[in-house]
T-cell receptor, first 118, second 111 residues
Framework: DTEVTQTPKHLVMGMTNKKSLKCEQHMGHRAMYWYKQKAKKPPELMFVYSYEKLSINESVPSRFSPECPNSSLLNLHLHALQPEDSALYLC?????????????????FGSGTRLTVV | GQNIDQPTEMTATEGAIVQINCTYQ??????LFWYQQHAGEAPTFLSY????GLEEKGRFSSFLSRSKGYSYLLLKELQMKDSASYLCAVRGSSNTGKLIFGQGTTLQVKP
């Protein structure tokens, strides 16, 4: 299995709703990431989990709450979002760990969740 | 600060060769990646460079000069399906795996 699976593919939610995005990989990768991508813009890093621990939070508002239940799963819990949070949310994974020089640890991206906040 | 620059848009003809440049200034360097992204889809990995020189993979090649903070992606024998956005991304540290993406270059291949 060489894929990162994200569900749902599309999500429409109101500003008072609570929803969760899910991400799963079975490649034995120990680093997992959430990125947000607006139209015609590059992906922007939100969170990094390394060995199931949150290692980077890029000053993301608390209405986004990540969770890593185990080494294969990564969730993003959403609450009280704003219309400007509408975007493509990408999950990615990589081998992780300290690779030192020369480590080819490219990301494998999921197909994303297209989120619309109304 | 950290900065990655790419041209915003490029146009090329089917069957031709196109070179997409990327310059970067980052705190630390531990690898440069190129990704392809079709509209509405996830980025897919194309190439990786960490040492100076050229890496060739079929119709795609990527070059790196660390002293100049410069890379390019070369696409040969262009096909219509190569119309996509091409993202240059730099990993600054080996410890975090964090990739910093450039703005992306939208390539349009015309018949």
């Amino acid at each position: 299995d060489t894929e990162v699976t994200q569900t749902p593919k599309h999500l429409v939610m109101g500003m008072t709703n609570k929803k969760s995005l899910k991400c799963e990989q079975h490649m034995g990768h120990r680093a997992m990431y959430w990125y947000k991508q607006k139209a015609k813009k590059p992906p922007e890093l939100m969170f990094v989990y390394s060995y199931e621990k949150l290692s980077i939070n890029e000053s993301v508002p608390s209405r986004f709450s990540p969770e890593c239940p185990n080494s294969s799963l990564l969730n993003l819990h959403l609450h009280a979002l704003q219309p400007e949070d509408s975007a493509l949310y990408l999950c990615a994974s990589s081998q992780g760990g300290n690779l030192g020089q020369g480590g080819n640890d490219g990301y494998t991206f999921g197909s994303g969740t297209r989120l619309t906040v109304v | 600060g950290q900065n990655i620059d790419q041209p915003t848009e490029m146009t090329a003809t089917e069957g031709a060769i196109v070179q997409i440049n990327c310059t970067y200034q980052t705190s630390g360097f531990n690898g440069l990646f190129w990704y392809q992204q079709h509209a509405g889809e996830a980025p897919t990995f194309l190439s990786y460079n960490v040492l100076d020189g050229l890496e060739e993979k079929g119709r795609f090649s990527s070059f790196l000069s660390r002293s100049k903070g410069y890379s390019y992606l070369l696409l040969k024998e262009l096909q219509m399906k190569d119309s996509a956005s091409y993202l240059c991304a730099v990993r600054g540290s080996s410890n975090t795996g964090k990739l910093i993406f450039g703005q992306g270059t939208t390539l349009q291949v015309k018949p």
